[in-house]
């Protein structure tokens, strides 16, 4: 059995905050895949059900970002799992817009949620990095992760949600390679760079006509000449 779990806040004001994405892709995989229904437990919501041939339970801790360890530790320790059997979602500064990564182990990069779950259950469960962009300004983190998507986001976060629902059961199996490959398949193609315009063809001047030379001869030898 697998907890697969997503990070976020709790309450409509963080809904649609870029640091909520780890509740969107539990909502997209549940709805996809007819998990079902949502029940409060372990300080979040839960849901069980199958992807696949794998038994999974969905967790959403409403502990905050900053406590969302201590649910996830509650439930691992009442399904007797391991860390090696937890998945989860979460927002990454480090990876462009819509670019998604797997990887188990390391470090939480300064990630509150992360914090948590390395403090409570150690840092060795797999992790599914979902990229929100960097602001560009270690200041302007803050209130670019607890902002709102914008409008023209939905043109590539809408897909991947999609694509990450769709390729559940394979992340569940532990094929990560193919999870990753069949979630990409469902990203937009990125917009090609306009072609460069080829610079205008030399001008070349028109040739002009040239002045005609001055007749020399005199009256009589310009006669002679119409005659010859």
């Known amino acids: 059995m697998k907890l697969i779990v997503g990070l976020g806040n709790p309450g409509a004001k963080y809904t649609h905050n870029r640091h909520n994405i780890g509740f969107m892709a539990l909502d997209a995989i549940a709805e996809a895949n007819g998990i079902g229904p949502w029940r409060g437990k372990f300080q979040g919501q839960l849901a069980e059900g199958r992807l696949g041939s794998e038994k999974v339970l969905l967790l959403k801790p409403e502990t905050f970002m900053n406590l969302s360890g201590q649910s996830v530790g509650e439930a691992m320790r009442f399904y007797k799992l391991t860390p090696e059997d937890v998945i989860v979602f979460h927002d990454e ?128 030898q310009r006669l002679m000449d119409k005659f010859n």
């Open 93 to 220: 500064l480090d990876l462009a817009p819509g670019k998604l990564r797997v990887k188990r182990g390391g470090g939480h990069a300064g990630h509150n949620g992360l914090r948590s779950m390395h403090q409570h259950i150690g840092p060795t469960y797999l992790r599914v990095r979902l990229g929100i962009g960097h602001p560009g300004d270690k200041r302007l983190v803050t209130p670019h992760v607890l902002g709102d998507f914008a409008k023209a986001d939905q043109d590539w976060l809408a897909p991947l949600l999609q694509g990450i629902g769709k390729a559940a059961p394979l992340l569940a199996k532990g094929t990560e390679d193919k999870f990753m490959s069949q979630v990409a398949q469902s990203r937009p193609p990125e917009p090609r760079a306009p072609p460069k315009p080829k610079p205008p063809a030399p001008q070349v001047p028109a040739k002009q006509d040239q002045p005609p030379e001055p007749d020399t001869r005199s009256a009589l």
